[in-house]
Nanobody
Framework: QVHLVESGGGLVQPGGSLRLSCAASGNISSTFRMGWYRQVPGKQRELVAV???????KYADSVKGRFTIARDNAKNTVYLQMNSLNAEDTAVYYC?????????WGQGTQVTVSS
């Protein structure tokens, strides 16, 4: 089991930036992918960005060029740098950590973009 703790959400004005962090602990020895998803009420959870052990990344079209996913293996942490935020980015953001044993999810952190 992988335990995830997310941080960094909050209220930000349009055009602003936030950085989300997700620290993992537990049985992460066979991790092969980490990432971020988001969800708004009434909609399905959607992929935001993922990063594989190889360093390859994938982004949702809506965040390309604005968001950057990165990892710090020494700290077992994955980050999501979010720039040029707009109202459509408002959601609960969830960290996910995938190992050969299955996937784990964080509790979610609220990001609200509003003036």
């Amino acid at each position: 089991q992988v335990h995830l703790v997310e941080s960094g959400g909050g209220l930000v004005q349009p055009g602003g930036s936030l950085r989300l962090s997700c620290a993992a602990s537990g049985n992460i020895s066979s991790t092969f992918r980490m990432g971020w998803y988001r969800q708004v009420p009434g909609k399905q959870r959607e992929l935001v960005a993922v990063i594989w052990n190889s360093g390859s990344t994938k982004y949702a079209d809506s965040v390309k060029g604005r968001f950057t996913i990165a990892r710090d293996n020494a700290k077992n942490t994955v980050y999501l740098q979010m720039n040029s935020l707009n109202a459509e980015d408002t959601a609960v953001y969830y960290c996910t950590w995938v190992t050969t044993r299955g996937d784990s999810w964080g509790q979610g952190t609220q990001v609200t973009v509003s003036s």
